[in-house]
């Protein structure tokens, strides 16, 4: 009878093992989200951005604000400083506002318009969407136990090495350069999202693809969002010459307004109804 608990005991802690390092790869692939009060009430029209930014405002600085409908000053950048941005936010004024988590919980709000993308892979895609090609893949099994590279973008000098122990980086889309290297995009592999691994040459790095460097350079960064988001800048919306800075929401204005009428006439009618009674 023992021996059979013992087996059962241990059966169970397996499956429990398991089951946590399943949690965990689980928890591993979550989508972090901001500590932030108006994220939070507002996550559901939030758009995850996840990509590097760089500071280009007027007068040489970009505001971060408390939120977008508060004006509360809470940091200054510098233009040319770089900041990872995970979510954006489009106001009822038609501007687009993207969140910063700093260090000790510190949060907050700039306007995108003041904000360029770091060249990455979704700029690479774009700068060359029509010569890309639609194809599913994997690389070749003889990559087992070797040290694979993979790329921010074809050519991209920042570039991370694995070696494969398992599981065979697959990749969708295939994009062959000028010196005739074929990259395949990799959506997920242990970490690493939206990345590229050179189909024909998995292990060469940057020297050993392009001893004499690429053969046309890659776009350099670009505004936020394209025409309709680059527009949202100073001498439009309203905002003449002036910084963009946080406006109260109008719905949310009303709704406050008349929850204080509310309050105010419920606070009346009680004080009649008090009186009245004492009256008596």
Known sequence: MRKQMGILTGMLCGILCCCGLWAMSVRADVIWEPMDSFY?????????????????????KVILYKSPILPE???VWENGYQAYISFTYKDSHGIVW???EGENGMTGWMPMAYMEAVYDSISFQEEFEDEIQDHIGELDESCMGEEVFFWKYPGSRDNNSIIIRNNIPQYRWVYEDEDGHRFGRV??????RDVWVCIDAPGADYEQLYPDGVSREKGE????GGEEESSIKDGENGWGTRRIVPKADRGMVWTAAAL???????????LVVLRKKESR
């Open 221 to 224: 960064e670009g505004a936020y």
């Open 73 to 75: 000053q809470v940091a």
């Open 187 to 192: 959506a997920y592999y242990f970490g690493l």
């Open 260 to 270: 204080v009428a509310l309050v105010t006439a419920g606070t009346a009618v009680l």
């Open 98 to 100: 993207g969140i910063f």
């Open 40 to 60: 939070e009430k507002h996550s559901s029209e939030c758009t995850y951005v996840n990509r590097q930014f760089t500071a280009k405002g007027p007068d040489g």
